[in-house]
């Protein structure tokens, strides 16, 4: 009798004690501080725990899927230390992490996803595998540690729905002025994919270096690559090279667009080969960061055969829809000149089927609704290209350039267009920007980094972080969603992070940084 009361009593504490080990943590998903803001979360004040046991499904069927939960495994294991395994089923289980692509949703478009967290499971879906990589970079910013002394890690229950308000979210990078080998533009990749960036603009040539290896006209990298601002010793990316940042950029849903700047912001290419400019006066090798002084002469046969061989070599390596002809500050290229040019460039870019993209300048030669124009300077422009039909991506260099200074103070950077602290990179909305240039006419947004005064990564990090996070936003969230005075407290949440990351960003004093 005693006995078995003493066994009643003993499984009873045991029980209880099982209970009380696996009952879900409670948190607030709401209180996730999350960047870019989704359109819709509902928090339900509980968790999901991950653990050594857990695991990534995945439904059968898809490469990309299968990528996406690998890329989501070496993440969480980067925030937890703790390895996911991944396994493909043909269904949703009822324990662990699911990613699945089912076009029920039409709402959520080609990038948009459904996160639902429970206690058992955690279910990602959305129409399309870029759709479920955007939810991805969702769940690598909701994991956190339970508390600060506990070693447990959670992510907070409910629901997420969540889409871009533009479908071209980019960053460029100037690999001309300053060269960049290839880790350095994988790491870029990375950072700008987590805040759910999906193109990177790569400007591949200028008067100071051609960067990328053209085999029909092979002196373009070996001289035109050989130096660049500063006389340090350049670079440049073999085709095979550029292939592989395609393919790493694609496998996180980014798109390359390459630019090739024509028809002024060509020295380079003419110290290469002289008759590129008609060879009126020889172009000697140029180390310094004046723009506007160079042209081809666009009334030769040899240049079109040039740019023919160029974009042909350059769209065979492209996989995404897109080539930047450049067409910005060709200051002594005359109007109509300049216009015939851009004319039959486009014609180009078209027959090797890309879409054209331009600095705005572009306006001025005959574009249409296949076209894009990229406002950086002039507002007449881009409503010019608008006029025509094009579609215009925005890059204002008053609020997007990542190379403008923070303040009067900042060790590298430029000022000519404006000094740009972190809330005038958030406060602007690019449907309200310019009279007569309205959501439907925008294909999205775009951050540049010139990079005359930028040399190493830290320096790109400190004038990249924290700006290309508020486009980011920009970029994605719905206007209404969009408050600075909010907006920098979630920010503030999001310093540990970039340290986590190794990103050196600058520590605005607007900003209530965490530590
Ligand atoms: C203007 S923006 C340029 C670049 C410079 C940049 C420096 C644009 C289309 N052209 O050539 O690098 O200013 O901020």
Redesign the pocket.
Known sequence: MKKNVLLVLITGVMMQFSVSCTKPIPADLSKVSLIPIPVTVKATGSSFQISEATTIYVQEGSDELQQTASLLAEQISTITSIKLKTEVVPQSPAKGIYLSVDAANKQLGEEGYELNITDDLVTLKANQAAGVFMGTQTIAQIIEKAGDTQKTWIMASGNIIDYPEYGYRGAML?VS?HFFGVDVVKRFIDQMAAYKINALHLHLT?DQGWRIEIKSWPKLTTIGGSTEVGGGEGGFYTQEQYKEIVQYAKARFVTIVPEIDMPG?TNAASVAYPELNGAKKKAEIYTGTK?GFSTFDTRQEVTYQFVEDVIRELAEITEGPYIHI?G??SHVTKEDDYVYFINRTRDIVKKYNKVMIG?DEIAHADIDSKDIVQY??KGENALLGVEKGAKVLMSP?KRT?L??KYDSTTHIG?A??ALIEVDAAYTWDPAKLEKGIAKENILGVES?L?T?TVTTVDDIDYLVFPRIICHAEIGWSPASHRNWEEYKLRLAKHGPRLKAMGVNFYESALVPWEK
């Open positions: 100037d002025r200028d912001h723009v450049g910005d500050e600095w950086w300077a260099a350039y190379d403008m430029l000519w267009a540049p010139w005359e």
